[in-house]
């Protein structure tokens, strides 16, 4: 059954649809709001949230996107707002990090302590360049890097055009460019 299905289903008070569309889109929303605040537990929280928010207005959907758009369109706000709420400044998480390290270890080249060291300073330093950027700078390198949408998918999230995201992603490269350069040998 089909996304819009489904969501006409759960207008008509179908909990089985609905549980079908959290099955579906579950991971994908943790994962993005993961990305916000960079915290397993904060990120089921506002999943759950993006998802009583989707059941309570399935009586007013319509659709005009497409449902994935809609819910990304959900969790990229409420992540905005649990990070200026809870005044969290986080976006590359330690699991981030530590899944990286495993996959050094895995290499023949074994890091020592002192390359570990710095390499957790690189990424404290980059995570803040991405901190930094403005909401809709950061929104849009969350959507292209991490969830890898295309840009008409990032425009619709957004609610802006496919240049504007275009441009959006190249004043953050831009940006992070500026404030990473000293890491750039």
Known sequence: MNEIELMFRVKEGDEEAFREIVERYQRQIIGLCFRYVGNQ?????????????????ASTYQPRAKLSTYLYRI???????????????????WEFINRDKKKRAASPMIDGPDSLMEQ???????????DSLPANQ???????????????EIAEV????????????????????????????
Do not use: P
């Open 75 to 93: 969790a990229v706000n409420l992540s905005l707002n649990r990070i200026r709420d809870d005044k969290w400044k986080r976006f590359i998480s």
């Open 138 to 152: 950061k929104t849009a390198v969350i959507l292209k890097r991490f969830q890898g949408l295309s840009y008409e």
């Open 41 to 57: 537990q904060d990120a089921e929280e506002i999943a759950q949230d993006v998802f009583i928010h989707l059941y309570r207005a």
């Open 158 to 185: 957004m609610n802006c055009s496919v240049s504007a995201v275009e441009s959006r992603l190249h004043r953050a490269k831009q940006n992070l460019k500026k404030k990473l350069k000293h890491l750039v040998t």
């Open 120 to 130: 957790k300073e690189q990424y404290k330093i980059i995570r803040e360049a991405i």
